[in-house]
Structures are given as structure tokens and as C-alpha cells.
């Protein structure tokens, strides 16, 4: 399981693993009971953990960076029910920049309780900036051999419209 193949659905608490899509819907997994189920598109919005950003002071940043400094953090785990102050002064000390006037309670409640399942089901969070670092160092170590592409070209003739005779036929 990929930290990039995990969703938010609205309307349902949680988080689910995308397992595939459709047109019209998608079928998911969800972290905290293992029950698949197909979602539709008509009543629900998805959004992938990975594309969701938390208002900062200064620019916004990826929630994966928020996960990581609670990972790192010393400070004990409130409880995803506790009250607003409590979720209040835990982010302050984990996440100072966050901006506390645009990142409602309700807000730092689901963060929590993502966290926790993510915790509980060992998936290891991918910020953007330690792909982007890995991938750098990918490239400083590597030398790939620069690709050459040749594209034949077919020439098709077009053809004539197919002229179809059309039969009179006679009533006796």
C-alpha cells in the first residue's frame, strides 16, 4: 500500500486505500475495517492525501510535511476527541507556523485521527520534498545514457469513397 494511493472521501470518516476508478465512481478499501466498497462520484468528492495543503503564516504546505513533524515530534498524541485548546497547543508546539485563524479544530481533530491510521497501518508518509531530494541524489549518482527516439513515418494514400450501385427493383 502507497501513501500516494490513499484518499479522503467526504461524507464518509476516515481514510481509504484508492484500490481502482471508474467513470463514475471508484472502489475503495478503508484503513480501519479492510471493507471494499464502490463510491460514486455523484454524492462523494475524493481527495488524495498526497494533493492536500494546511494554511501556514507563511506559504501553504503539503500535509505530508505536517505528518512528519508530528512523527518527529516529542509531544504525546492528543486524543483525536479531545478538546480545541488541547489540539490547539499541540500543533503550536509540533507545527508553530500553522495559521490557527484558517485551521479550524474540526481541522486538527481529522489530522489527528488520519495520522493515527496511518500510524496504525505502517505506511510510510511521503513528503514531496524527500521525493524530491531522493530523486535529486538519483540523478547526481546515476548516468543514464541519453534516449534516441527515432519515429517512422508511414505514408498512407487515402482511398476513394466506396461508390455503392443502387438496384431499382420492379413490383409485379
Same mark, same amino acid.
Given at each position: 500500500m502507497d501513501y500516494n494511493k490513499i484518499v479522503s472521501v467526504s461524507g464518509l470518516s476516515g481514510l481509504f486505500e484508492l484500490l481502482s476508478s471508474k467513470s463514475d465512481g471508484a472502489v475503495v478499501r478503508s484503513l480501519e475495517d479492510n471493507t471494499t466498497k464502490f463510491v460514486s462520484t455523484r454524492q462523494h %468528492?475524493? =481527495?488524495? *492525501?498526497? =494533493?492536500?495543503? &494546511?494554511?501556514? &503564516?507563511?506559504? %501553504?504546505? %503539503? *500535509? =505530508?510535511? *505536517?505528518?512528519?513533524?508530528?512523527?518527529? =515530534?516529542k509531544e504525546k498524541l492528543p486524543d483525536a476527541k479531545a478538546d480545541n485548546k488541547a489540539l490547539k497547543s499541540y500543533f503550536e508546539k509540533v507545527y508553530p507556523d500553522l495559521d490557527f485563524e484558517k485551521v479550524y479544530a474540526s481541522d486538527m481533530k481529522k489530522m489527528v485521527k488520519w495520522f493515527e491510521i496511518l500510524k496504525k497501518n505502517k505506511l510510510e508518509i511521503k513528503s514531496k520534498s524527500s521525493e524530491e531530494n531522493a530523486e535529486s541524489t538519483a540523478d547526481t549518482t546515476a548516468n543514464p545514457k541519453p534516449i534516441i527516439v527515432h519515429k517512422e513515418t508511414t505514408h498512407v494514400k487515402p482511398q476513394k469513397a466506396a461508390t455503392r450501385k443502387i438496384e431499382s427493383r420492379g413490383v409485379k
Open positions: %468528492n475524493f =481527495s488524495h *492525501l498526497e =494533493s492536500i495543503e &494546511v494554511f501556514t &503564516v507563511k506559504d %501553504n504546505t %503539503n *500535509l =505530508s510535511e *505536517l505528518f512528519e513533524a508530528m512523527k518527529k =515530534s
